[in-house]
Nanobody, 128 residues
Framework: QVQPVESGGGSVQPGGSLRLSCAAEGLTFDRYAIGWFRQYPEKGREAVAGFTRGSTHYAQPFKGRFTIFVVNANNTAYLQMTNLKLDDTAMYYC???????????????????????WGQGTQVTVSS
């Protein structure tokens, strides 16, 4: 079991960049896949990006602007966000999925129910 902790959120102007981090003790990427989601107030969560052992996945709105990657040495996953827009303002969550042979992460990376372990979120605010 892992407890992800996000960091790196903050305020930025449109067109700016932020890098979010997701760390957890025991979060090794040979065992766990990672998903980043975001949530607007009073709305459901929206999948942003997913990573599993060398394979990355992105929801269409984020392709070319956001990059998900991991650093194995410090058990940390990242979401690099560039060219941020006003409607990127949201709470961003990191979630972890224990990899199994039975679950096709490539097909289901964007499903909330695939992730039993969630962080508390980090707020990203884009404003001029």
């Amino acid at each position: 079991q892992v407890q992800p902790v996000e960091s790196g959120g903050g305020s930025v102007q449109p067109g700016g960049s932020l890098r979010l981090s997701c760390a957890a003790e025991g979060l090794t990427f040979d065992r766990y896949a990672i998903g980043w989601f975001r949530q607007y107030p009073e709305k459901g969560r929206e999948a942003v990006a997913g990573f599993t052992r060398g394979s990355t996945h992105y929801a269409q709105p984020f392709k070319g602007r956001f990059t998900i990657f991991v650093v194995n040495a410090n058990n940390t996953a990242y979401l690099q966000m560039t060219n941020l827009k006003l409607d990127d303002t949201a709470m961003y969550y990191c979630a972890a999925h224990r990899r199994t042979a039975a679950y096709n992460f490539a097909l289901g990376w964007d499903r909330e129910e695939a992730y039993p372990y969630w962080g508390q979120g980090t707020q990203v605010t884009v404003s001029s």
